[in-house]
């Protein structure tokens, strides 16, 4: 009797996995985070530093706006900030260039 609810589960479970396609949704989750890191660094150590320059003692990434007793931490949102609009324009140049190559964008 239990080895017969074992295996209706175990085919519940191959069926919700294949159904839902949990493999692949793993390995984009995972190859998105790569190209997260890929693309903060590109920002933190290629982007970043051209704008540099634009910003007083170039200390933008610690900024502080304050006002009376609040702070707002104007420089890290900054760099969040632009770390996600490249990570939006890379997708986008991706995605444009797959559904040029392929039967998808027709």
């Not at 931490?73 to 770390?83: K, Q, R, V």
């Given at each position: 009797?239990?080895?017969?609810?074992?295996?209706?589960?175990?085919?519940?479970?191959?069926?919700?996995?294949?159904?839902?396609?949990?493999?692949?949704?793993?390995?984009?989750?995972?190859?998105?985070?790569?190209?997260?890191?890929?693309?903060?660094?590109?920002?933190?150590?290629?982007?970043?530093?051209?704008?540099?320059?634009?910003?007083?003692?170039g200390t933008w990434k610690t900024a502080v706006l304050e006002?009376?007793?609040?702070?707002?931490?104007?420089?890290?949102?900054?760099?969040?900030?632009?770390?996600?609009?490249?990570?939006?324009?890379?997708?986008?140049?991706?995605?444009?260039?797959?559904?040029?190559?392929?039967?998808?964008?027709?």
């Open positions: 009797m239990k080895i017969k609810r074992i295996s209706k589960e175990y085919k519940e479970f191959w069926k919700f996995v294949k159904e839902f396609k949990i493999i692949s949704l793993a390995i984009a989750f995972i190859v998105g985070l790569a190209a997260n890191d890929l693309i903060e660094s590109f920002v933190q150590n290629i982007f970043m530093p051209l704008l540099d320059p634009l910003i007083p003692d006002i009376g007793p609040f702070f707002i931490s104007w420089g890290p949102f900054l760099s969040s900030l632009l770390n996600f609009l490249l990570i939006i324009l890379v997708i986008y140049l991706v995605v444009r260039k797959l559904l040029r190559y392929s039967d998808l964008g027709k």
